[in-house]
């Protein structure tokens, strides 16, 4: 009796189970079809070139240019978009990057509607998306518009300027050389080739910084099959690498893998893990930095891609060894192209300060909404790279896509008009399509007067039409007034200073710490920091003694006034006669303002040392 209970107990628990996997198995594959986005008809491409004169030219088939050619189709415009590739996407779907860093306002609706919005949600409105159904539906957009004519595989070579106006580019496809003219030009590519052609001023990495060799990790994308993604997620359970996060389309996180994972190529390092699943349940991965890449030089890529396939046959090795659901992963493909966060910063009418994106500041011409953390990725393998600030929002303003010294052309992609610490947030693929809707928006409304884009960048009535029109088109576009942290205290001006080289991190907790002490090196390293980037011939000139005081401070320390005193006058050779405060005082680096709100006679808060600091940069950029 008891036998035949405990058998049909058994059977029910296999009958319950095997029905439990039924359903997960049949969620799974209406989770995966969800994942694969809506369903639509793509026709195949036809080169269908019968004119050389349009009104609109956008030169770059990214995510930004089809957003910029597609807004300015629909708003009227005869418009060509030009892209070197055999398909639209770019980035996107010939890097692989298929994990999607995204705004969102401070409501928390997500600030990159309009055309962006229109892609999302063909691919699934998620945070990841199929590679092959995000370049169809690319192409999709553009194919539903009648005004737009695609002529992909053309090479753009020669810009033509006339009067400091661009009229026309000379481009190569499989037919030979051609000549377009246009109205107006818009620059999407990635690297702003079509502005650098036609002699937009721009400059590279952190130049604007003092950091012009400054060049963040490119990655190489990675493709693996046979993944267990229940294994994956567990992962995220247990945190055994890291604090970690998923859902059935994405896992993220894993940090403490850095430290975990020794690389066997020169100059690459993994980072922590953005895994983006597909519908066919294989995996793309963004974690490998490769270190010492030139964005702008094909060979130095080259090189970067093959040192990249080398690295993650042995991250592959190490994935099915360490990390749970990769047991059995093959390497499904490799991308053809580089994942390169920075090149060219064109100088625009109004060049977004990082200082804006700190201040969450609004702008009267705005044309779109940033709000992504200010991320800069690591420079080389000593150092991991780091958030200066993490905004709620801030304006993107028209000014800041109207390059300067060249008429009748926008730029809307990360070569935009943005600081290099600015365009670390607002150097995303989705805010360049919102950029690059109002580029072409902007572009189609001024054929009706004839303006140049730099006329119109300080036309108030003009801005009112366009951002009424991309209101109207699906665009978030409103008025806001945000604070932001330490407004108004008599320190501020000092950490607007250092914030605009590159000095501080408040991480995303955008906290700077203004009420701790500070230790002797951190204040050394901060003031050295600062002359490099601000006056490198006053750095140069005074290295050895820098260098000489550096070995005397002490990073367990606490910084006094004495000390202080000693460093300032001594690492640059100030005079007097015995490196006091008293003497600091007499010359004006200690000011009225610090000396009424010094906490402590002798030991300095962040504070404090902030704005000390800024009054001796202060001083000796004005001493040469």
């Not at 001024?446 to 009535?461: K, V």
Request: hydrophobic content about 40%; aromatic content about 10%; overall charge negative.
């Amino acid at each position: 009796m008891f036998k035949k209970k405990g058998m049909i107990a058994l059977i029910a628990l296999l009958t319950i189970g095997i029905v439990m996997i039924g359903v997960f198995k049949l969620v799974e594959y209406m989770q995966l079809q969800d994942l694969a986005g809506e369903h639509f008809e793509v026709a195949p491409y036809e080169k269908q070139m019968e004119d050389t004169d349009y009104d609109v030219i956008v030169v770059g088939g990214e995510p930004e240019g089809v957003a910029a050619a597609v807004a300015a189709a629909r708003n009227g415009a005869k418009t060509l978009l030009i892209e070197q590739r055999d398909g639209l996407g770019g980035l996107f779907t010939y890097g692989m990057l298929n994990f999607l860093d995204y705004d969102q306002d401070l409501n928390g609706d997500i600030a990159n509607a309009g055309i962006f919005a229109e892609w999302h949600q063909l691919v699934g409105g998620r945070v990841t998306f199929d590679i092959e159904k995000g370049k169809e539906a690319f192409l999709y957009l553009v194919q539903n518009e009648p005004n737009l004519t695609l002529s992909l595989e053309t090479e753009l070579h020669e810009v033509i300027v006339t009067d400091e106006k661009v009229t026309a580019v000379t481009v190569e496809d499989e037919h030979g050389e051609h000549t377009y003219s246009g109205e107006y030009f818009i620059d999407s590519t990635q690297d702003g080739d079509l502005a650098a052609l036609a002699g937009a001023p721009y400059f590279l990495g952190g130049a604007d910084i003092g950091l012009a060799d400054r060049q963040m990790a490119v990655t190489l994308m990675m493709h693996f099959e046979n993944v267990n993604w229940n294994k994956v997620l567990l992962a995220t359970v247990t945190n055994q690498f890291g604090p970690s996060r998923g859902d059935f389309t994405a896992a993220w996180g894993f940090g403490d893998i850095l430290h975990m994972y020794e690389p066997t190529q020169p100059d690459t390092r993994l980072r922590g893990l953005n895994i983006a699943r597909q519908s066919d349940k294989s995996v793309y991965i963004n974690a490998l930095h490769i270190f010492e890449t030139d964005g702008l030089d094909e060979q130095s890529k080259q090189q970067a891609i093959e040192k990249g396939k080398e690295e993650t046959k042995h991250i592959l090795e190490f994935l099915r060894a360490e990390f749970p659901g990769f047991e059995q992963a093959e390497i499904a493909s490799y991308p053809s192209e580089l994942y390169v966060r920075e090149t060219r910063h064109f100088l625009a009418e109004y060049q977004l300060p990082i200082t804006d994106v700190w201040e969450q500041n609004d702008h009267w011409d705005r044309i779109g909404f940033g709000s992504y953390p200010v991320d800069i990725q690591a420079t080389s393998i000593h150092d991991t790279g780091y958030v200066v600030v993490d905004p709620i929002q801030y304006a993107i303003p028209f000014r800041s896509i109207v390059p300067l010294e060249v008429d009748q052309l926008l730029i809307a992609s990360k070569a935009s008009g943005y600081s290099s610490l600015a365009a670390g947030s607002a150097r995303i693929v989705p805010t360049g399509m919102t950029a690059g809707q109002a580029a072409g928006t902007a572009a189609a409304l001024s054929l009706e007067g004839n303006s140049t884009f730099r006329e119109l960048a300080a036309d108030e009535g003009f801005m009112k039409e366009l951002q009424q029109t991309l209101v109207d088109q699906g665009a978030l576009l409103y008025e806001f007034d945000l604070d932001f942290p330490y407004e108004g205290e008599w320190y501020y001006p000092a950490i607007q200073q250092l914030l605009t080289y590159g000095l501080l991190s408040g991480g995303h907790e955008n906290d700077f710490q203004v009420n701790e002490e500070m230790n002797e090196m951190a204040f050394l390293n901060l003031l050295t920091n600062g002359i490099m980037r601000m006056d490198e011939q006053t750095y140069e000139q005074q290295k050895d003694r820098i260098v000489e005081v550096r070995y005397q401070a002490d990073q367990t320390t606490t910084l006094t006034k004495d000390r202080v005193a000693y460093f300032i006058m001594n690492a640059f050779d100030i005079d007097g006669v015995d490196q006091s405060w008293t003497e600091l005082e007499q010359i004006g680096i200690v000011d009225d303002v610090l000396t009424e709100h010094m906490q402590s006679d002798q030991r300095l808060l962040r504070a404090e040392a902030y704005h000390l600091v800024a009054n001796t940069l202060d001083y000796l950029v004005n001493r040469n």
